[in-house]
C-alpha cells in the first residue's frame, strides 16, 4: 500500500488573471501584450514621486462581472491598500492592491468530481474567500549573467481570485481552473492565455493525515506555465510533504519555484505573513462605492455562460452530449454554431463542420477561437450548397480550408474555380463506361463478389470528373451498368 494514501491532500489556489483592458489600471499606458522594453510607461506606473493613480473604470466594471460570474457578493463599499515590499520589478517599492475590503468576497465555482467525463461525477462547490483587483509588477530577464527590468507589465490591471483549501486532487483544481477560466472568457475580460501570463496559478498545498481535522502547514508553489504543470507540481509536493512527514521532518511554510525541467519544485523563500507586509489603506485613492444600480447593470451585461447554454442545445437542438460539449467550450464558437444553425436551418450539419474540420485547423494552426475568419453567412451558405448538390463533400471540404484561412466567400469560390458538381447524366455515363472498359480486373472482382472493388472504379470515375461529381451517385450508375451489362 502507498503510504501517500494514509494523507489526505488539501489545496487552494491563487488565481491572477490579467484584464484585457485597453489602458493599465492607474494611467493611461497601453496594456497589451508585448512591445520594445519599457515603450509603455510613464511617471505613474514607474512610481515617480508626485503622481497620482487614477483607477480604470473599466477594471472595476470586470472586476464586478467576475465576480457576479462566480457567485460571490460585491463589497458595497471597498478601498484600495499598499502591499509594501521591495522587488527590482516592482518600481515603486509597493502594490496597489486589496486587502481589507476586496471588491468581491464569499462566491464560488460549482465542479464536477469522481469522473473525468463531463456528464459524470458529483457536483461540489469551491468556495472563493476573496476577488479582487491590483496592479501587476514588471518582467525580469536573467541572461549573461546580468539582469534586465521590462516595466511595460507594470501597472497592468489583475485580479486575483483566492479560493479556499476546498480541492484535494489535481483533479479538482484542473476542474476548477477550466470551469473559471471558461467563465471569464465567456465574460470576454480576459483571453487567459497562460503562456503569455494572462492566467496564472499560485498553488497552495498541505497534508495531513486522514482522519486528523486539522490542516497541515502550507508551501505556495509558482512559476506553474500550464495545467500540465500544475498537475505534476501538485503530485510531485504531495509526494515530498509526506514523505518529509514519515521522515519525521517538519513542512515549513515557504514559497517554492517548480522548475518544469526538472519536475520538482525548489525553495524561494520563507512564506510571508500579512504582517510582513506592512499593509495600510492606500492614501492616494479614496474609497469606492458600488451601488445596486450599478450592480444591476453589470448583471445586465452577463452572458449566458456554458451550463445554461448546454442544457438549452439539448432542449432546443437536439444534439448528442459529445456535440454540446465541444461547441460550448468556448463562446465565439457557440456564436458561430447558433447563428449558423438559424441560417441552415440544420444544426446537426453546422455542429459536423465545427467539431470536425474546425477543429483539426485549429489544433494545426494554433488558431485561437476568437480568431476565427469564418463567418456565419458562409458556413450556412456551404451546408446548402452541398445539401443542393452543388458541390460534393471532397470539394465542400477544400471550400472550408479556404474560407478558414482567408474567410473567403463559399459561393464566389466555387464559381471562380469552376468547382460545381457534373450532375450532367450522359458525361457521367460516359465516364464511367470508360473505367469500367480500362479496368477488366476490378471488374471481374467485383462481379467475382469482391465488393470492395466497387471503391477503386468509383475513385476512378471520380478522378476522371475532376472530383467534380456525385460519389453515391456515380457509384449507383457503376452498379447498374455492371449488372445489366458487365462485359462492354
Not at 127 to 156: P, S
Not at 247 to 254: A, F, K, M
Request: hydrophobic share 35%; proline share 5%; aromatic share 6%.
Amino acid at each position: 500500500m502507498n503510504i501517500e494514501d494514509d494523507y489526505l491532500t488539501d489545496i487552494g489556489l491563487e488565481v491572477h488573471i490579467e484584464l484585457n483592458t485597453k489602458t493599465k489600471i492607474f494611467c493611461g499606458c497601453a496594456s497589451a501584450f508585448g512591445g520594445r522594453p519599457n515603450s509603455r510607461v510613464c511617471p505613474v506606473c514607474m512610481g515617480m514621486p508626485g503622481t497620482l493613480p487614477v483607477l480604470n473604470e473599466k477594471v472595476m466594471e470586470s472586476a464586478v462581472l467576475v465576480g457576479l460570474a462566480t457567485n460571490c457578493s460585491i463589497t458595497p463599499v471597498f478601498h484600495f491598500d499598499r502591499k509594501n515590499y521591495f522587488y527590482p520589478d516592482n518600481p515603486q517599492n509597493y502594490q496597489i492592491s486589496q486587502l481589507y475590503r476586496p471588491i468581491c468576497q464569499n462566491g464560488y465555482i460549482e465542479i464536477k468530481t469522481g469522473d473525468e467525463k463531463e456528464s459524470a461525477g458529483a457536483v461540489k462547490k469551491v468556495r472563493i474567500r476573496e476577488l479582487h483587483m491590483e496592479e501587476d509588477a514588471g518582467k525580469l530577464f536573467h541572461e549573461d549573467g546580468k539582469t534586465l527590468v521590462d516595466y511595460n507589465r507594470a501597472g497592468v490591471p489583475l485580479l486575483e481570485i483566492v479560493s479556499m483549501p476546498d480541492m484535494h486532487d489535481a483533479g479538482e483544481v484542473l476542474s476548477y481552473l477550466e470551469n473559471l477560466r471558461t467563465q471569464i472568457r465567456y465574460l470576454g475580460v480576459s483571453d487567459c492565455k497562460m503562456q503569455e501570463g494572462s492566467m496564472r496559478v499560485d498553488v497552495n498545498l498541505s497534508v495531513r493525515k486522514k482522519g486528523d481535522g486539522t490542516l497541515g502547514t502550507r508551501t505556495e508553489m509558482k512559476n506553474l506555465g500550464s495545467f500540465r504543470a500544475v498537475a505534476a507540481a501538485i503530485a510531485h509536493e504531495k509526494s515530498r510533504q509526506v514523505a518529509l512527514i514519515e521522515e519525521g521532518g517538519v513542512v515549513r511554510q515557504e514559497t517554492r519555484r517548480w522548475d518544469e525541467a526538472a519536475g520538482e519544485s525548489f525553495s524561494m523563500r520563507s512564506k510571508e505573513d500579512v504582517n510582513d507586509y506592512r499593509y495600510f489603506p492606500e492614501p492616494d485613492l479614496l474609497p469606492f462605492v458600488v451601488t445596486e444600480e450599478y450592480i444591476r447593470a453589470c448583471r445586465d451585461k452577463l452572458p449566458e455562460f456554458r451550463p445554461a447554454k448546454m442544457r438549452r442545445y439539448k432542449e432546443e437542438y437536439s444534439l448528442p452530449d459529445g456535440d454540446i460539449e465541444i461547441l460550448t467550450r468556448e463562446r465565439p464558437i457557440a456564436e458561430l454554431f447558433e447563428e449558423t444553425a438559424r441560417l441552415s436551418h440544420n444544426p446537426k450539419q453546422a455542429s459536423n463542420w465545427l467539431m470536425g474540420e474546425l477543429q483539426r485547423l485549429m489544433r494545426e494552426t494554433g488558431t485561437d477561437p476568437e480568431d476565427i475568419r469564418i463567418t456565419p453567412q458562409h458556413l450556412s451558405a456551404l451546408i446548402k450548397m452541398t445539401e443542393r448538390g452543388e458541390i460534393n463533400f471532397t470539394v465542400a471540404k477544400e471550400v472550408f480550408g479556404v474560407m478558414f484561412d482567408e474567410g473567403s466567400d463559399p459561393e464566389a469560390y466555387v464559381r471562380e474555380h469552376g468547382l460545381l458538381q457534373i450532375s450532367d447524366t450522359d458525361a457521367l455515363s460516359e465516364a464511367a463506361r470508360r473505367v469500367i472498359e480500362e479496368n477488366p480486373g476490378p471488374v471481374s472482382d467485383y462481379l467475382g463478389g469482391k465488393q470492395k472493388a466497387i471503391g477503386f472504379l468509383v475513385g476512378q470515375t471520380m478522378k476522371a470528373m475532376g472530383g467534380k461529381a456525385d460519389a453515391t451517385k456515380i457509384r449507383q450508375l457503376l452498379e447498374q451498368m455492371l449488372l445489366s451489362d458487365p462485359l462492354p
